[in-house]
């Protein structure tokens, strides 16, 4: 496996895009916290994540699940939520009680048109992608929320017996979600929100098997990725990549060829939220280019 992972090549036609796995491993080995090389473990050969750095990802979450943003007080938020789920995903920890309780959160917060918004209190100081009241925001939260009820529902199942539908125990959820967010998208396959919206939205529907709306958003997704940043193709591939898109499907293989021409001679590739992040964001490219999950 290790060895698999050192270089990966994906072909499509004559055009081959080689990731450095190897360097952008160093790069996390090198510069990562104690969690972020936990969670490059996992995501290299699913090695168990001790106890003790697992309730170091899970500090700060609320009683009733959820965790709060640092922008936003005490009160919990679902894109804060949401980010943190993404790094408990990368330490194989979907299915421990602090993951179930947010994603029940999550489920609970759903609104009657099948999509989310956060807190109203949280109005005076959520930045704009998470902005209560603002349709572009709502958009974001509820294909955020909608893609991790989705992908986690079978691995948050710790407090209650395996459902084999999609979603698991978020069944209902999600599906309310995918036909919200189909609803919304426009002719032309765009959709009224920020560019992250867009994979997100593709992802959920891709795991309904709404795959002509989750096409639709991929063709506009591949218009644009030349002018994206290293940071957002990064978060794109991963999301598909967790959602089951194939890693030799078109859309990956020009995520992938886009991950090549961005990553830096250390190995790492530049996060858009300033230099601290470059390591979740190298995490999230080897998410998306590793030959396989682990186990």
């Known amino acids: 496996m290790a060895d698999s992972l050192r270089r990966h090549r994906v072909c499509a036609g004559s055009v081959s895009a080689v990731v450095d796995l190897e360097a952008a491993i160093g790069f996390v080995v ?38 709060p943003a640092t922008w936003g007080g005490e009160i919990a938020s679902i894109d804060a939520t949401c980010f943190r789920l993404a790094e408990l995903d990368d330490l194989g920890a979907l299915g421990r009680p602090a993951a179930r309780r947010a994603l029940d959160w999550l489920a609970s917060r759903q609104q009657a048109d099948g999509g989310w918004e956060e807190d109203a209190s949280l109005a005076e100081s959520a930045p704009e992608w998470a902005r209560p009241g603002d349709p572009e925001a709502g958009f974001l939260v509820s294909a955020n929320a909608g893609f991790w009820l989705t992908v986690a529902g079978l691995d948050a199942r710790a407090s209650g017996p395996l459902d084999h539908r ?3 125990a978020y069944a209902g959820v ?16 765009s959709w009224p929100s920020f560019l992250a919206a867009g994979w997100l939205s593709a992802a959920v529907l891709h795991r309904q098997e709404m795959f002509q709306e989750s096409a639709r958003i991929q063709v506009v997704l591949a218009e644009r990725m030349p002018k994206m940043s290293p940071g957002d193709v990064a978060w794109l591939a991963a999301t598909l990549r967790r959602a089951d898109v194939d890693l030799q499907d078109w859309i990956m293989v020009r995520a992938l ?25 190298t995490l999230a490219a080897i998410r998306a280019a590793r030959p396989a999950p682990p186990g």
């Open 30 to 67: 090198a510069h990562g916290d104690a969690v972020e090389r936990a969670r490059l473990s996992w995501l290299r050969n699913g090695t168990a994540v001790p106890a003790e750095l697992l309730e170091t990802a899970e500090v700060g979450e609320s009683p009733d699940g959820g965790w």
């Open 166 to 168: 999609v979603g698991g």
């Open 174 to 189: 999600v599906q309310a979600a995918a036909h919200s967010l189909a609803a919304r998208l426009r002719p032309d396959g």
């Open 257 to 281: 060829r886009r991950l090549t021409e961005t990553q830096r001679n250390d190995g790492g590739w530049e996060s858009d939220d300033g230099h601290q992040f470059d390591v979740h964001t």
